[in-house]
């Protein structure tokens, strides 16, 4: 008799995104003529950069001729596009990465969701609070949880992001833990680490031998030169650590889909023997079993967020949405909330003191505005909302506006 995997029993509830899009989609039925400003999911609204859409094009077009028509790429992406993040992604910030070490997919959430099917199923897994719930989730549909209980997994540990430490929690001695989710620019919070603070993250990693799983999603956003774009810039990481990057949010492919994740040579795990094995081997196999390659008129259109027009474009993009983000960051301290994020992120995570769910529901109904709730991230979450700052600035001076008004009001 075939039976369910009793592991997605123990799945709290629906995926965040996924319940959010069900309140709108009932909002909607019941008032079609109301005005919906969507400021929830981290979705992009521009169109693609016209290098890229160029580029997008041309691939298409090679498609239809016998003389350049591809089939089957190579798995880990096309040559042409691996060795462009190479260089400009990595080399360009001294960090010693190859193309040889990066693994063109179809997205971040992907690649963050999947590669936990690498460690060993009693593999002790530590995620900060609040977290991306796709770290938690993929981890507890793997196995490595026990049952939920007042809004947490049993077996997990939970690093508690709050106001005292900005949202960026740092390992404490006694932390133990084998696999680590880092997430800079934070999802949720927007809060970024310093140089400093991970570096506390690789020396603690080497020391537990744990493997740090480093999302960086965002690091196109970040604004301030003095952040680390990459885990790789601290020394030491390349044996310690994976990064998971995305043009989602860099140029506009959240429809589009491509991202990669890079491992790099030095990363070298133990079997239960201790003998040792390259992690990027192990990813290959996986990878190149599970996952045909995306497709060639993508590839082209990503690699064209490197050309010189592409770079410009793409700076253009980020900079419209990091002045969204200035706007919402400026309205919502002005009304009094304590605010993180919007400076190097694109995300701003407000402080309402309000029950999270109950704001978001509020914010919607009063202010026909989306919000992600805070406490869809995390039981730190909980009294917090995220507004996203992916819209027109049209859209985010009036979602201020009518936020505004609402916030004030009891739920
Ligand atoms: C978010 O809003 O947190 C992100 O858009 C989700 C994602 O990238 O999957």
Not at 64 to 78: A, D, L, R
Not at 115 to 122: A, G, N, V, W
């Amino acid at each position: 008799m075939v039976r369910i995997n009793e592991n997605y029993k123990k799945l709290q509830s629906s995926y965040l995104f996924v319940e959010i899009a069900r309140k709108i989609s009932e909002f909607r039925k019941n008032n079609p003529d109301r005005e919906i400003i969507k400021m929830g999911i981290g979705d992009v609204t521009n169109p693609l950069p016209q290098a890229c859409l160029k580029a997008f094009h041309e691939g298409v077009d090679e498609l239809g001729s016998t003389k350049t028509f591809k089939g089957y790429g190579p798995e880990k992406g096309y040559d042409f596009l691996r060795e462009a993040i190479a260089k400009h992604d990595f080399a360009s910030r001294g960090t010693e990465i190859t193309a040889d070490d990066i693994f063109v997919s179809d997205g971040a959430k992907c690649d963050t969701g999947n590669f936990q099917e690498l460690f060993s199923p009693d593999c002790i897994v530590a995620v900060p609070d609040p977290v991306y719930p796709v770290y938690v989730d993929t981890n507890v549909m793997a196995g490595r949880s026990g049952k939920a209980r007042g809004g947490r997994y049993g077996g997990f540990v939970y690093l508690e992001g709050n106001s005292a430490n900005h949202f960026v929690p740092a390992p404490e001695k006694e932390l133990k833990a084998d696999l680590i989710y880092l997430c800079y620019p934070n999802n949720p919070t927007g809060a970024t680490a310093t140089r400093k603070q991970l570096k506390a993250w690789v020396n603690w990693a080497i020391a537990h031998k744990a493997l740090i799983l480093f999302d960086a999603a965002y690091e196109a956003f970040i604004q301030d030169p003095d952040i680390p774009h990459s885990i790789f810039e601290i020394p030491g990481a390349d044996k310690v650590a994976v990064e998971f990057r995305s043009f989602s949010k860099t140029a506009g492919f959240t429809g589009t889909r491509c991202a990669f994740t890079v491992i790099p040579p030095a990363c070298q795990i133990k079997d239960k023997e201790g003998k040792e094995h390259s992690l990027k081997e192990l990813w290959n196999r996986r990878h190149s079993t599970k996952f045909n390659g995306v497709s060639y008129p993508v590839q082209k259109a990503a690699a064209a967020v490197y050309s010189r027009e592409g770079q410009a474009q793409v700076k253009d993009l980020i900079k419209g949405y990091m002045n969204n983000a200035s706007i919402i960051l400026r309205e919502m301290e002005e009304a009094g909330y304590e605010c993180t994020g919007g400076k190097n992120s694109p995300y701003i995570w407000v402080n309402t003191g309000k029950d999270s769910w109950e704001s978001f529901d509020q914010i919607l109904k009063e202010a026909g505005v989306v919000i992600t709730p805070g406490s869809g991230f995390g039981l730190c979450g909980q009294g917090f909302i995220r507004i996203s700052a992916f819209n027109s600035p049209e859209n985010v001076e009036k979602a201020m506006r009518r936020m505004k008004k609402v916030l004030k009001k009891p739920c």
